[in-house]
């Protein structure tokens, strides 16, 4: 999954591009030759635009809902115009009950313009401390009502601290498979940020969090591989069709 953000660089500095202009077809070229890449590539692509649209810690993109589906839904467009069928995309706002969050509802272009919707959402910690479900819970009840598309987490972390791996393996391993039912990819922002302002958010903060997330791993389905229920299913399957063969006398 690439995350491509509407952004220039200018004078050493990263600046947002006008919704509008990319809307109006000033970037038309420039997009259309990031389609033809990506159409070149073997494999597929989960393309992820302009997150967090809804936050307003991105000023332009979060300024005219408008703007932002009419610019969303053109960039889509000339993906499939320049034949990048192997391009999905994926629609991930922030978590709504985060300050500076607006409602993720006027941003949403369309089912026919995503592969995928998601979220992306932080533990903070100290005062601010949410588990998984806290964090997610909320909007992604309202994200189930607005789209039927399956789910991708976005980005998520923990801030470091005692209970960092009880929060990996409580969110992981418990809150997701029984709370999070649409959710079919989480992506962990491994990233230290603590010098901006933020927290250090890779995981290896801790010898357990390390840990928690190597449990997490060994537990998960890999890309093709049937879950626990569908083995299940499956034994249970072959159990009724053996049984009725011998009904039937077969």
């Known amino acids: 999954m690439l995350t491509v953000e509407p952004l220039l660089s200018r004078g050493g500095a990263e600046v947002e591009v006008p919704l509008a202009a990319?809307?109006?077809?000033?970037?038309?070229?420039?997009?259309?030759?990031d389609a033809r890449i990506a159409a070149r590539h073997a494999g597929p692509i989960l393309l992820r635009w302009a997150q967090e649209m809804n936050g307003t810690w991105f000023p332009e993109r979060s300024a005219d809902p408008k703007a932002f589906v009419a610019s969303w839904i053109r960039f889509v467009e000339i993906f499939r115009e320049e034949g990048a069928t192997n391009v999905e995309f994926v629609w991930t706002p922030s978590v709504e009950d985060v300050a500076g969050a607006k409602p993720m509802e006027p941003y949403f272009p369309g089912e026919q313009y995503v592969d995928y919707v998601g979220l992306?959402?932080?533990?903070?910690?100290?005062?601010?401390?949410?588990?998984?479900?806290?964090?997610?819970?909320?909007?992604?009840?309202?994200?189930?009502?607005?789209?039927?598309?399956?789910?991708?987490?976005?980005?998520?972390?923990?801030?470091?601290?005692?209970?960092?791996?009880e929060w990996i393996r409580s969110g992981f391993l418990r809150e997701l498979p029984q709370r999070f039912p649409a959710v079919v990819a989480v992506v962990w922002f491994s990233k230290d940020l603590s010098r901006e302002g933020q927290r250090d958010w890779r995981i290896e903060t801790s010898p357990d969090a390390v840990a928690a997330w190597r449990e997490v791993l060994a537990s998960a389905?890999?890309?093709?591989?049937?879950?626990?229920?569908?083995?299940?299913?499956?034994?249970?399957?072959?159990?009724?069709?053996?049984?009725?063969?011998?009904?039937?006398?077969?």
């Not at 990319?22 to 030759?33: H, K, L, N, T, V």
């Not at 189930?144 to 801030?159: N, V």
């Open 120 to 165: 992306d959402g932080y533990n903070w910690g100290g005062s601010s401390r949410r588990s998984f479900g806290q964090v997610f819970a909320a909007s992604y009840e309202r994200l189930a009502r607005l789209s039927a598309k399956p789910m991708i987490i976005g980005e998520t972390a923990s801030a470091p601290g005692p209970a960092k791996g």
């Open 221 to 250: 389905p890999r890309a093709g591989e049937p879950t626990p229920l569908q083995r299940l299913l499956d034994v249970v399957g072959g159990w009724l069709r053996r049984l009725a063969g011998a009904l039937l006398g077969h």
């Open 22 to 33: 990319i809307a109006a077809g000033r970037y038309d070229e420039m997009i259309r030759e």
